[in-house]
């Protein structure tokens, strides 16, 4: 006879059917016994455990060799876990571990009966002569528990994905989360012998003493700022943070505008704030030197259309890839980079603004310590890819309570909703401009109309100051003083073809060209 029974998969309550008889059943009783969770055989080595397990029980320096690659949830079988357990409880309380001391801490927790009394861990530790490839048994395990580990994740996915009414960005969003903490759950950094090291800095050090400037990162286009940072270095988490109204994006887009456009250097610009045609209209703005409200509202002069058609020329083509993705994660923001960085060479990653970003996927006790996965993502980002990373920040209402000319110095207390930000920032830059609070000399006695002060309040690599730029607010853009005192604004070129070469005798503002004359 025959019946049918279904093969069930516990997340998600489906079941596929099968025809068998019952002579087949009768033979299957004789297998391997299948791990009912799953309906099949999960990834083990039974066997490597117990080698594992043996080779801990006859060399006390075992221990120390895979204490990092294994823990008790790593072991397959149920006995094992608790043996490991046991022997890491020891190891941490300095004792001995042979078969005589485990097992006795084994009937103090009431669990030596559980793992199949004394006579099993003789049994195991009978059968190993040496602990000499313990490493490579312990490897092995881990790559059998992280296997596991990705079933039950894609269990779960594959569960939600079945759900009617599902929306699919959160579930996207969900199954990036859990992969990325299952990685670096699982992420384990070998050291590195100090002679390549050597090698690498000196290397970099003689690169820097060929440059006249000093340089040995990405320019900022800022002397001063150059100065002292030495241009934006590798790896290096830089957070630009201030109040509303101060410039921050103004201030960024006048660094991707430098390193793009200046210096030829490929950035990637993640706008969570504006989107891509909003973003490139303030950088016509900075480019051009035409005001922001001409270029929304299109009434120019002529020699600010023959402005714009010289000076886009620099922009058509400038290396700068723009991602306005509402609402982006810090998974998807992982991806992407990766992307850009492999696709487009990218050196330069610039966030606007950290606050809008989050981190879905994962659960969080409070605001505070998603915005701190996040901070923590974006240097473990600038880390892996070997770029810098700079990110915009708010900072909290504080600053606005306090009076007088150093009261309205932001504070690293002010960043705001986490102190993670910083600690994992390597630079924390500050967006101030003392006209906006009606204060128009520092101590020193300097002007301080039209100036911003870039304040460096944190610099792990180097140190702190001040940097004073010109800002005109009406292009978007940050400058050196003595450029703005002595770069006059251009009137422009010769364009040839253009209808704006005739016309507006009255003075009134000419029409656009035509798009073919455009260099885009």
Known sequence: CAYRIGIYNKKSFRGKEKTITMAENN?????????????????????????????????????????ELLKPDTFYDPRH??????IQVMNMEERPVDIMTLADQLAKTGELDKVGGAQYLMDISAGMASAAHVESHARILAQKYMQRQLIHYAGDIETMAYEEGVDVDELMQKAEGELFQLSQNNMKQDYTQIDPVVKEAVAILQRAAQNSGGLTG????????????SGWQPSDLVIIAGRPAMGKTSFALSIAKNVAVDYDVPIGFFSLEMNNVQLVNRLISNVCEISGKKILNGQLEQPEWERL??????????????????????????????????????????????????ANGMKFGSRQEEVSTISRSLKGIAKELNIPVLALSQLSRNVENREGLEGKRPQ???????????????????????????????????????????????????SVGDVLLNFRGEFTRFQDPQDAAAAPVEEGGEIVGSRMNGGGQDGS???????ENLPF
């Not at 004789?30 to 117990?50: F, G, M, R, S, W």
């Not at 306005?324 to 330069?348: I, M, Q, W, Y």
């Open 27 to 67: 033979k299957n009783k004789n297998k391997v016994q299948i791990d009912p969770t799953y309906a099949h055989l999960q990834p083990q080595a039974v066997n490597v455990e117990q080698a594992v397990l043996g080779a801990l029980m006859i060399d006390s320096d075992a221990f120390s060799v895979v204490s």
């Open 81 to 86: 876990k608790r043996i490991y357990q046991a």
């Open 218 to 229: 990405i320019p900022t286009g800022y002397r001063g700022l150059d100065d002292m940072t």
């Open 309 to 358: 058609d010289k000076k886009l020329r620099k922009l058509t083509g400038a290396p700068i890839y723009i991602d306005d993705t509402p609402g982006l994660s810090v998974f998807e923001l992982r991806t992407k980079a990766r992307r850009l960085v492999r696709e487009k060479g990218v050196k330069l990653l610039m966030i606007d603004y950290l606050q809008l970003m989050n």
């Open 412 to 462: 690293l207390s002010d960043l705001r909703e986490s102190g993670a930000i910083e600690q994992d920032a390597d630079m924390v830059l500050f967006v101030h401009r003392p006209e906006y609070y009606h204060i128009y000399q520092d101590e020193k006695g300097n002007d301080l109309h039209g100036m911003a002060q870039i304040i460096i309040a944190k610099h792990r690599k180097g």
């Open 509 to 515: 503002p000419l029409p656009p060209p035509p798009a």
